[in-house]
């Protein structure tokens, strides 16, 4: 979860604020590189969670989860664009090489259609489990993104590229999208219809109020969503509507840049159709709002944007100390917190290569929008 509870901090001019956790990522690296050896991985896996030791914490989801893996990537790359300095480089050089060593050695060829997948791997919403599915949005571009930022950094040290990795690269595989070009959270997993086949998607049970904690994540449905039992119901399951359970579509191309595996035209399609049929209501976390947020800002939609962030129709009540209050269990959730103020960084200062001034808000005369100290994002 540190990429949404710091992340901002090197946007927010920062980065010193940032660089202290990244030390403590040094300091968990021989655990990491033991649990990537034996698990029979190059490289180093960095845990979901842990205690103050860097020990593994016990947890039925938490161990099959990858999409913190490329964090210490892009940590690394966001303070060093804030504090560019080749001594820098050189701290962190093995840290970044060895995370992008159990990347590439995470991934799994495909021969039957020339490209590299993903398996194996329980996806960041944690409703698409480890036993079936495959290529999950969000992973599949971080992946794409943090060998492309390893990449770099051996550039910036005078080293030559991976050629591995560059051929991973270029045949990882694309985001997966319905049949009228809506972007999914994953190719295949339990709640995504098999369109291919005609298969409606397994019905999702309904993640418990503050998450799943152990031994709550169901293994089993048994059941399916069908076309009969109508809008409202597939609405609220199934991921081809973009429901408040399934970010991580949008999360691909907002908290991440563009890159091969997405494709504009179908990346605009999800955001209209997320924007009309999110389920706002009933199980949006509070990291569902800056991740729309963001994903609008890159695709020049600026009221969609604010909307984002400034509805008061959430499901999760904002304290007047301006902390989410989830439940009982998670009585100040983070992320909103950490994910507005990245939001907000991009809604204002942009992102490489973008010419737009201040992205995230309309240009109708209405917004005077001052800022400064902010970083854009890569």
């Known amino acids: 979860m540190v990429m949404w509870h710091s992340f901002h901090y090197a946007l927010w001019n920062k980065a010193d ?6 030390k403590w990522y040094k300091t968990a690296v021989p655990m990491a590189r033991d649990i990537a050896a034996r698990q029979g991985f190059d490289g180093i896996r960095w845990m979901k969670m842990t205690d103050p030791s ?3 914490a016990p947890s039925d989801v938490g161990s099959f989860i990858i999409w913190q893996q490329p964090h210490v990537i892009y940590m690394s790359e966001l303070i060093y664009r804030a504090c560019p300095s080749q001594e820098f480089l050189r701290e962190y050089a093995d840290m970044v090489e060895q995370t992008a060593a159990f990347m590439a050695s995470f991934v799994n060829y495909d021969s039957d259609n020339d490209r590299y997948i993903i398996q194996g791997a329980c996806a960041a919403n944690e409703s698409y489990n480890e036993e ?17 930022i390893a990449q770099k950094w051996r550039e910036r040290l005078g080293l030559q590229r991976h050629a591995e990795w560059d051929e991973i690269l270029a045949k990882l595989a694309p985001l997966t999208s319905s049949p009228d070009g809506i972007y999914l959270p994953a190719e295949k997993g339990r709640g995504i219809p098999d369109f291919v086949n005609g298969i409606p998607a397994e019905k999702l049970p309904e993640m418990p109020a503050g998450g799943y904690i152990n ?9 399916s969503v069908s076309s009969s039992e109508g809008e409202k119901s597939k609405r609220k399951h199934d991921p081809f509507y973009v429901t408040g359970t399934s970010s991580e579509n949008l999360l691909a191309y907002g908290m991440l840049p563009e890159s091969r595996l997405i494709d504009q035209e179908k990346m605009q ?5 997320a924007a009309q049929n999110w389920n706002w209501s009933g199980g949006s976390w509070s990291w569902n709002y800056p991740t729309l947020a963001m994903n609008a800002t890159r695709l020049l939609q600026p009221e969609v944007a604010l909307r984002a962030i400034t509805m008061d129709n959430r499901e999760d009540l904002l304290l007047p100390s301006g902390n989410n209050y989830r439940s009982t269990r998670l009585r100040s959730y983070l992320p909103g917190n950490g994910g507005l103020l990245l939001a907000v960084s991009m809604m204002c200062a942009g992102w490489d290569g973008c010419s737009v001034s201040n992205p995230g808000f309309p240009k109708d005369g209405k917004w005077n929008v001052r800022w400064e100290g902010l970083h854009p994002m890569p």
Do not use: C, D, I
């Open 17 to 22: 604020l940032l660089e202290k956790q990244l």
């Open 54 to 56: 860097s020990n593994e």
């Open 132 to 148: 079936t599915t495959l290529n999950p949005a969000f992973e599949m571009a971080y992946w794409h993104f943090g060998l492309s």
């Open 215 to 223: 031994g709550q994540r169901p293994k089993e449905t048994g059941s």
């Open 269 to 273: 399609k999800t955001l209209v159709r």
